[in-house]
Protein backbone atom coordinates (compact mmCIF):
# COMPACT_ATOMS: atom_id res chain seq x y z
CA UNK A 1 0.00 0.00 0.00
CA UNK A 2 1.26 3.55 -1.17
CA UNK A 3 -0.10 4.85 2.06
CA UNK A 4 -1.33 8.19 2.42
CA UNK A 5 -0.13 10.81 -0.51
CA UNK A 6 0.44 14.51 0.37
CA UNK A 7 1.35 17.17 -2.95
CA UNK A 8 3.14 19.42 -3.00
CA UNK A 9 6.16 18.41 -0.36
CA UNK A 10 7.37 22.05 0.12
CA UNK A 11 5.53 24.88 -1.03
CA UNK A 12 7.36 28.22 -0.71
CA UNK A 13 4.26 31.27 -1.76
CA UNK A 14 4.25 35.17 -1.01
CA UNK A 15 1.91 36.82 1.20
CA UNK A 16 -1.39 36.94 -0.71
CA UNK A 17 -1.19 34.09 -2.41
CA UNK A 18 -3.23 31.18 -3.12
CA UNK A 19 -1.84 28.09 -1.86
CA UNK A 20 -3.83 24.36 -2.38
CA UNK A 21 -2.32 21.20 -0.54
CA UNK A 22 -3.60 17.64 -1.45
CA UNK A 23 -4.06 14.73 -0.31
CA UNK A 24 -4.97 11.12 -1.37
CA UNK A 25 -6.01 8.87 1.56
CA UNK A 26 -5.21 5.37 1.92
CA UNK A 27 -7.55 2.93 -0.58
CA UNK A 28 -11.06 2.20 1.65
CA UNK A 29 -10.48 4.83 4.22
CA UNK A 30 -13.50 6.41 4.88
CA UNK A 31 -12.40 8.95 7.44
CA UNK A 32 -9.82 11.74 6.63
CA UNK A 33 -8.12 14.30 8.84
CA UNK A 34 -6.39 17.70 7.95
CA UNK A 35 -3.52 18.44 11.10
CA UNK A 36 -1.23 21.22 11.67
CA UNK A 37 1.81 21.43 12.73
CA UNK A 38 3.49 24.69 14.23
CA UNK A 39 6.51 25.21 17.43
CA UNK A 40 3.74 27.49 18.98
CA UNK A 41 0.62 25.45 19.06
CA UNK A 42 1.92 21.74 18.33
CA UNK A 43 -0.69 19.38 15.91
CA UNK A 44 -3.93 20.35 15.83
CA UNK A 45 -6.49 18.92 14.40
CA UNK A 46 -8.30 21.56 11.59
CA UNK A 47 -11.21 19.37 9.61
CA UNK A 48 -12.03 15.87 9.66
CA UNK A 49 -14.31 14.12 7.12
CA UNK A 50 -16.27 11.03 7.28
CA UNK A 51 -17.42 9.51 4.32
CA UNK A 52 -16.42 12.69 1.92
CA UNK A 53 -18.85 14.90 4.35
CA UNK A 54 -16.97 17.58 6.83
CA UNK A 55 -18.09 16.50 10.01
CA UNK A 56 -15.83 18.73 11.97
CA UNK A 57 -14.51 22.04 11.07
CA UNK A 58 -14.19 23.97 14.11
CA UNK A 59 -10.32 23.79 14.01
CA UNK A 60 -10.22 25.72 10.84
CA UNK A 61 -8.14 29.32 11.91
CA UNK A 62 -10.32 31.48 9.63
CA UNK A 63 -12.13 31.81 6.43
CA UNK A 64 -9.24 32.20 4.76
CA UNK A 65 -9.13 28.24 5.03
CA UNK A 66 -11.68 25.55 3.21
CA UNK A 67 -11.44 21.95 2.72
CA UNK A 68 -12.98 19.88 -0.06
CA UNK A 69 -13.28 15.90 -0.36
CA UNK A 70 -15.05 15.71 -3.80
CA UNK A 71 -14.45 12.21 -3.53
CA UNK A 72 -13.13 9.13 -1.42
CA UNK A 73 -9.68 9.38 -3.13
CA UNK A 74 -8.91 12.90 -3.00
CA UNK A 75 -9.11 16.10 -0.63
CA UNK A 76 -7.74 19.66 -0.40
CA UNK A 77 -6.98 21.94 1.81
CA UNK A 78 -6.91 25.67 0.09
CA UNK A 79 -5.67 28.91 1.84
CA UNK A 80 -6.73 32.08 0.45
CA UNK A 81 -5.19 34.61 0.78
CA UNK A 82 -1.82 33.03 2.68
CA UNK A 83 -0.29 34.93 5.31
CA UNK A 84 3.29 34.67 6.78
CA UNK A 85 1.56 32.68 10.25
CA UNK A 86 0.54 30.07 7.96
CA UNK A 87 3.42 28.82 7.44
CA UNK A 88 3.76 25.15 9.34
CA UNK A 89 3.60 21.75 8.00
CA UNK A 90 0.18 20.63 6.88
CA UNK A 91 -0.34 16.83 7.47
CA UNK A 92 -3.25 14.70 6.07
CA UNK A 93 -4.23 11.01 7.45
CA UNK A 94 -7.02 8.76 7.33
CA UNK A 95 -8.51 6.46 9.19
CA UNK A 96 -10.95 3.16 8.04
CA UNK A 97 -13.03 4.16 9.88
CA UNK A 98 -14.76 6.85 12.87
CA UNK A 99 -14.15 5.75 16.33
CA UNK A 100 -11.47 6.52 19.01
CA UNK A 101 -9.86 2.93 18.60
CA UNK A 102 -8.99 3.63 14.95
CA UNK A 103 -5.06 4.00 13.94
CA UNK A 104 -4.90 7.04 11.77
CA UNK A 105 -1.92 6.70 9.34
CA UNK A 106 -0.17 9.89 8.84
CA UNK A 107 1.10 11.12 5.29
CA UNK A 108 4.89 12.64 5.09
CA UNK A 109 3.08 16.52 5.39
CA UNK A 110 3.41 19.79 3.10
CA UNK A 111 5.99 21.97 4.78
CA UNK A 112 4.41 25.71 3.76
CA UNK A 113 6.55 28.82 3.67
CA UNK A 114 4.45 31.77 2.95
CA UNK A 115 7.23 34.76 2.78
CA UNK B 1 -11.31 18.03 27.44
CA UNK B 2 -9.57 15.84 26.94
CA UNK B 3 -5.49 16.67 27.01
CA UNK B 4 -2.33 14.84 27.26
CA UNK B 5 1.00 16.02 28.83
CA UNK B 6 4.54 14.95 28.04
CA UNK B 7 7.09 16.54 31.12
CA UNK B 8 9.92 15.86 28.95
CA UNK B 9 10.77 18.46 26.08
CA UNK B 10 14.07 16.35 25.76
CA UNK B 11 15.80 13.77 26.35
CA UNK B 12 19.36 12.71 25.03
CA UNK B 13 20.09 9.05 26.37
CA UNK B 14 23.19 6.61 25.10
CA UNK B 15 23.40 4.06 22.47
CA UNK B 16 21.91 0.94 24.03
CA UNK B 17 20.72 2.66 27.00
CA UNK B 18 17.20 2.49 28.43
CA UNK B 19 14.66 5.14 27.49
CA UNK B 20 11.61 6.03 29.28
CA UNK B 21 8.95 8.17 27.81
CA UNK B 22 6.47 10.01 30.73
CA UNK B 23 2.62 10.69 29.13
CA UNK B 24 0.02 11.69 31.66
CA UNK B 25 -3.65 12.10 30.05
CA UNK B 26 -6.57 13.94 30.92
CA UNK B 27 -9.44 12.18 30.15
CA UNK B 28 -13.12 11.51 32.04
CA UNK B 29 -13.44 8.01 30.64
CA UNK B 30 -11.48 4.66 29.28
CA UNK B 31 -9.00 6.56 26.93
CA UNK B 32 -7.86 5.47 23.90
CA UNK B 33 -4.03 5.82 23.99
CA UNK B 34 -1.26 6.49 21.11
CA UNK B 35 1.91 6.91 20.70
CA UNK B 36 3.39 8.18 17.20
CA UNK B 37 7.22 8.76 16.47
CA UNK B 38 8.56 10.90 13.85
CA UNK B 39 11.53 11.16 12.39
CA UNK B 40 12.92 14.71 10.94
CA UNK B 41 11.16 15.96 7.81
CA UNK B 42 8.63 12.57 7.56
CA UNK B 43 5.18 12.17 9.12
CA UNK B 44 4.02 10.59 11.90
CA UNK B 45 4.35 6.75 12.47
CA UNK B 46 2.11 5.02 15.06
CA UNK B 47 4.25 2.77 17.42
CA UNK B 48 1.55 1.69 19.98
CA UNK B 49 -1.77 2.28 21.47
CA UNK B 50 -3.86 0.84 24.18
CA UNK B 51 -7.96 1.00 24.57
CA UNK B 52 -8.64 -2.16 26.22
CA UNK B 53 -7.22 -5.53 27.86
CA UNK B 54 -3.93 -5.93 28.95
CA UNK B 55 -2.16 -2.94 30.10
CA UNK B 56 1.20 -3.52 28.80
CA UNK B 57 1.04 -3.06 25.05
CA UNK B 58 3.89 -4.00 22.67
CA UNK B 59 4.68 -1.82 19.42
CA UNK B 60 6.96 -2.00 16.63
CA UNK B 61 10.48 -1.44 17.06
CA UNK B 62 10.79 -2.92 20.18
CA UNK B 63 8.87 -0.41 22.23
CA UNK B 64 6.27 -1.05 25.03
CA UNK B 65 4.26 0.89 26.86
CA UNK B 66 2.17 0.83 30.04
CA UNK B 67 -1.05 1.98 30.88
CA UNK B 68 -1.48 2.92 34.51
CA UNK B 69 -5.26 3.97 35.03
CA UNK B 70 -4.49 4.82 39.03
CA UNK B 71 -1.58 7.19 37.24
CA UNK B 72 -3.06 8.66 34.39
CA UNK B 73 -0.21 7.66 32.86
CA UNK B 74 0.84 6.24 29.58
CA UNK B 75 4.32 5.76 29.47
CA UNK B 76 6.81 4.59 26.51
CA UNK B 77 9.64 2.44 27.05
CA UNK B 78 12.57 0.75 25.55
CA UNK B 79 14.93 -1.30 26.71
CA UNK B 80 17.34 -0.75 24.51
CA UNK B 81 18.02 2.42 22.27
CA UNK B 82 19.71 2.85 18.78
CA UNK B 83 20.77 5.65 17.28
CA UNK B 84 17.95 5.35 15.00
CA UNK B 85 15.63 5.64 17.78
CA UNK B 86 16.16 9.80 17.22
CA UNK B 87 13.36 11.50 16.62
CA UNK B 88 10.48 13.16 17.82
CA UNK B 89 7.93 11.04 20.34
CA UNK B 90 4.00 12.24 20.38
CA UNK B 91 1.53 10.83 22.99
CA UNK B 92 -1.89 11.10 21.93
CA UNK B 93 -5.30 10.96 23.53
CA UNK B 94 -8.58 10.12 21.45
CA UNK B 95 -12.42 10.87 22.07
CA UNK B 96 -14.43 9.31 19.05
CA UNK B 97 -12.57 10.61 16.34
CA UNK B 98 -10.33 13.49 17.50
CA UNK B 99 -6.66 12.57 18.18
CA UNK B 100 -5.07 15.63 20.91
CA UNK B 101 -1.65 15.52 20.90
CA UNK B 102 1.24 16.30 23.62
CA UNK B 103 3.75 18.44 22.64
CA UNK B 104 6.50 16.10 21.96
CA UNK B 105 9.55 14.68 23.35
CA UNK B 106 12.62 15.16 21.20
CA UNK B 107 15.23 12.05 21.98
CA UNK B 108 18.59 12.91 21.14
CA UNK B 109 21.13 9.19 20.79
CA UNK B 110 24.43 9.77 21.12
CA UNK B 111 27.10 7.39 20.27
Known amino acids: DAGVIQSPRHEVTEMGQEVTLRCKPI?????LFWYRQTMMRGLELLIYFNNNVPIDDSGMPEDRFSAKMPNASFSTLKIQPSEPRDSAVYFC?????????????FGPGTRLLVL | AQSVTQPDIHITVSEGASLELRCNYSYGATPYLFWYVQSPGQGLQLLLK??????LVQGIKGFEAEFKRSQSSFNLRKPSVHWSDAAEYFCAVSNDYKLSFGAGTTVTVRA
Open chain 2, 50 to 55: YFSGDT
Open chain 1, 93 to 105: ASSLAPGGSETQY
Open chain 1, 27 to 31: SGHNS
